[in-house]
């Protein structure tokens, strides 16, 4: 724990005591309701729409299994609404966690939303952290947030009360703090400003880390968020554009919407940009998510095609190339393997190998389609077919795939009904949308893929024999991440891919050795997780275990064995029963002397655990165990 953070905590519990608390006080409940409170949500209306609907979507599976309560609190830091965890509302302190309640630090003691609006800074309060021992049960981390006109607006806390480490709280903390403050910016300016949103790499233009300048016809820059002061190191307001980057202004509203470009700045930094015009020269609200064209720059990193996907494991390396031996054939291809280990983004290599490669790939997930739309999605429906159909009517995803390739993820969900239409497009090559009579040819390669059992389900009669044969041409199958043999390469492409900066971000040799062991559940998609947050605590620092989230390290802890690792990246697997201590103490120091390094560390757990080596987590456990907690 550093100097910054221990002073900001002694800083925040000196400010407690002059408002008259002490450890033992109860948190003052000063609640706003009725009318009052109503007037209150009218006026941050806007703060808890993006929030709750144009955020909030986008980081659910990082807060599936958290165990996170997350908080919106205005500038007075009362608190505007909460979602997740609902333990939060029923246990320890109910009161505190109503809406309206206000989190000043005078009225709640140190915590995260009063600290942070006291500092304006992104804070995190461990549990020993809080001055009131009533709130000792919970970590929080908190980040304030800024509007448009880089006015404080309000808070953004995730909080928990997990026994574990909390770095997984503050990574989300600032991943989400900085989404939401890009959200301000896009709905406060797109109506009739450029905005031009740029990154190290074309593939991460669309992410929350990325830049952002906001400039009018003249080239005037009028807003930014904060990431792009930092990157490019100087305030931007008022400057022009073309005193930024080494481009002029005709030049670079010549270049067409949503098509990234490259884009160098005076003091020679290289980016990938992207300009979205004003909406209302479009008639419509823009979304800067919807573009998928890459940079016709060639130097720029391109996307994964088949051969670049393959960094060293033999099962991968054997579906790639079996699946490059029928790229061009008419031979469908179905694939196998566990939700998240990258289907998609190995269909997207296929098709970048492809001479199908200069149209489009349309990916359909069956199970995430309402099975009353599926049929309208992809066979699309002419005007009027049915209640709630556009009168303009819609050409569906099949067409849309026409002369490239579609693909169907978890084929195993799609209803019988649309499985007797598919069929029946694949056997005739042809779609009859919705409502019409006429008939539409189509010429695609067909990709599917799932994690289901097909054959089952062909025997319990959920899915049909007939199609089952007409999509199963070339079964192949990806491994689990765990199974993989190159993590490593694996590991340093992510890094490469999600840096905030121009260089990738270094990792620990302890840290390499637990992504090469960690059993990885959630596969693929959830090493990217693990990855961007662990880049966002880290910051410019070399990634150590500090920076990896709660549930990785959970994981880690449930699997079998115990790790010590050697002196080259591989490492040891030791029993439980043979290893050093249950605890994993450090050697200098012998089990039965733990309590005394507890005492001596004047209580403070953080410090305690890392004397001892072992984990916070470990540390609790066995002061629970011992009555002290």
Known sequence: MNNKHLSMIENSWQRCREAGLVHHSQPIIEVETGQAFHH???????????????????????????????????????VLNSWGEQRFFSQRQPDVFQNGVHWQES???TNAIGTALETGSIVQVFHDEHFLT???????SAAPLFDAERKLAGVLSISSDAYMPTSHTLGMVKLMSQAIENQLIVSRFQANHYLLWFNTSPENIDSQWSSILVFNEHGVIVSANRRAEVVLGQELALQRIEQVFDVKLDQLLSHPPFNPTALTTHSRFNFYALITPPSTAKGRQIDYRQSTAKPANPNSKAPLDLERLN?????????????????????????????????????????????????PMIAVNCAAIPAELVESELFGYEKGAFTGASNKGYIGLIR??????????????????????????????????????????????????????LKQDVERGTFRQDLYYRVTGLNLSLPALRDRTDKEALVSYLLTKYALGEQAPKMSLDVLAM???????????????????????????????????????????????????????????????????????SPSVPDEDWLDVYEQ???????????????????????????LR
């Open 515 to 585: 992504f090469n062991t960690h059993p990885w559940p959630g596969n693929i998609r959830q090493m990217v997780s693990v990855i961007q947050i662990a880049i966002a605590m880290a910051g410019d620092e070399t990634i150590q275990i500090e920076h990896l989230p709660d549930d990785f390290l959970h994981d880690l802890e449930q699997h079998q064995p115990t790790l010590t690792k050697t002196s080259s990246h591989s490492i040891t697997l030791v029993s439980q029963q043979s290893a050093k201590s249950v605890g994993g103490l």
């Open 107 to 109: 009225l709640i003691g």
């Open 40 to 78: 209150t949500l009218e006026e941050h209306a806007g703060l808890l729409t993006t929030t709750q609907q144009k955020v909030l979507p986008f980081y659910d599976s990082l807060l599936a299994n958290s165990n996170c309560l997350i908080t919106l609190a205005n500038t007075q830091g009362q």
């Open 311 to 359: 960094m060293g494991d033999e099962r991968l390396a054997k579906a790639i190339n079996q699946a490059s031996r029928i790229l061009n054939s008419d031979i469908p291809i179905l694939i196998h393997g566990e939700t998240g280990v990258g289907k998609e983004v190995f269909v997207n290599a296929l098709h970048l190998s492809s001479q199908r490669k200069h149209a």
């Open 400 to 453: 849309k795939a026409d002369k490239g390739t579609l693909f169907l993820d978890e084929l195993g969900d799609m209803p019988l009904n649309v499985q007797a239409r598919l069929l029946r497009v694949l056997q005739e090559r042809k779609v009859t949308p919705l409502g019409s009579t006429t008939s539409y040819p189509v010429d695609f390669k067909l990709v599917s893929a799932t994690n289901r059992n």
């Open 134 to 140: 009533s709130n000792r049960f919970m970590t929080g």
């Open 601 to 627: 560390s004047g209580r403070n757990v953080s410090a305690t655990a890392k004397v001892l080596n072992i984990s916070r987590n470990t540390l609790y456990k066995r002061l629970r165990e011992q009555g």
